[in-house]
């Protein structure tokens, strides 16, 4: 069953990757800025090997850190994903990116940890749960960054991603338990595709009240 699961998000994945930015209006792709000086393809998420239906959802990601080799090296596998054909290709580029993603956001190479989603948040929650990520997905709403953070993501834009890619993303990983990142990134999808089990965790930093809460939630059978 989890092995099913990880074939559809990788088929679902795929498909976001080749899509990169073009169903977005241009006044949309206006707001997401180009680090490395062409448009960013779609960061697509994460699925641990050992996924057991518990999935992090935060808003939208942040602009990558140029120069940074780790995420230098993820962009190369996320370009390499969006124009690979052979779906034997796309699955080992897909794993190699699955793999990468965890080292970035997990700071395993020679770079640190993603600062507002893993060491803040994610780490936290999952060691509270006895789990590690390889348990574990992790999605956003928006698969881009844009202009001012958060501030720069219209609803408009949100819509657009939900309805091309996000909610078929979140059907195929088929979660029991959802854990959110602020309360837009959860009032962002219809009420019927979420399980019965989901929190939110809010604020500029999650407070230990918010973590313990959302580990009592995936503890709770």
């Not at 948040?121 to 698969?143: C, E, M, Q, S, W």
Request: with cysteine; charged share 20%; glycine share 6%.
């Amino acid at each position: 069953m989890e092995q099913n699961k990880r074939a559809e998000f990788f088929q679902r994945v795929w498909a976001m990757a080749k899509d990169g930015q073009q169903y977005l209006s241009p006044e949309m792709r206006s707001l997401i800025p180009r680090p490395y000086g062409k448009p960013l393809p779609a960061q697509v998420g994460f699925i641990g090997e050992r996924y057991r239906g518990l999935v992090f959802c935060a808003l939208n990601p942040a602009v990558p850190r140029r120069g940074d080799p780790e995420e230098d090296r993820r962009f190369r596998l996320l370009k390499d994903l969006a124009v690979t054909k052979d779906v034997s290709e796309a699955s080992e580029v897909f794993e190699a990116l699955m793999t990468q993603t965890r080292v970035c956001m997990a700071g395993e190479g020679v770079s640190p940890p993603w600062p507002g989603i893993y060491r803040n948040f994610v780490r936290k929650v999952l060691a509270g749960a006895t789990l590690t990520l390889d348990n574990a997905a992790y999605i956003d709403v928006v698969p881009f960054p844009t202009e001012g953070n958060s501030v720069g993501l219209s609803k408009k834009m949100v819509h657009s991603c939900l309805n091309q890619h996000s909610l078929a993303l979140l059907r195929a990983l088929a979660p029991h338990t959802i854990v959110f990142r602020y309360k837009r990134s959860y009032e962002a999808w219809p009420a019927s595709v979420l399980p019965k089990k989901t929190y939110v965790v809010g604020g500029m930093s999650a407070s230990s009240t918010d973590i313990a809460a959302a580990v009592r939630m995936i503890l709770t059978p």
